[in-house]
Nanobody, 120 residues
Framework: QVQLVESGGGLVQPGGSLRLSCAAS????????MGWYRQAPGKERELVAR???????DYADSVKDRFTISRDNAKNTVYLQMNSLKREDTAVYYCNAFVLPTAGYGMEYWGKGTLVTVSS
């Protein structure tokens, strides 16, 4: 079994910063990519950013130059540094990872989500 556990969400004022963390644990052989998605009320879940094992990154246009994704492969942990937060960044943020387990086939896993609220 593989688990993804997020932390770091909360309430922040517009223009502020937050750092999200997501740690993967369990019977992990390797992780291909890790990333963050978000879902705002009444909207579909969307990709925010992801990082591949080789270091390549993808960002949504709406967060480029404000958010930075990074990864600690030794700790199976991914981070999302969010700066210059806007009200429209308010959403539940979900960690996502494609994991190759020690036994069986690779598959995608999701965390339970952490709420980020940007409000004055």
């Amino acid at each position: 079994q593989v688990q993804l556990v997020e932390s770091g969400g909360g309430l922040v004022q517009p223009g502020g910063s937050l750092r999200l963390s997501c740690a993967a644990s369990g019977s992990i052989l390797s992780i291909n990519h890790m990333g963050w998605y978000r879902q705002a009320p009444g909207k579909e879940r969307e990709l925010v950013a992801r990082i591949f094992s080789g270091g390549r990154t993808d960002y949504a246009d709406s967060v480029k130059d404000r958010f930075t994704i990074s990864r600690d492969n030794a700790k199976n942990t991914v981070y999302l540094q969010m700066n210059s937060l806007k009200r429209e960044d308010t959403a539940v943020y979900y960690c996502n990872a494609f994991v190759l387990p020690t036994a069986g086939y690779g598959m995608e896993y999701w965390g339970k989500g952490t709420l980020v609220t940007v409000s004055s």
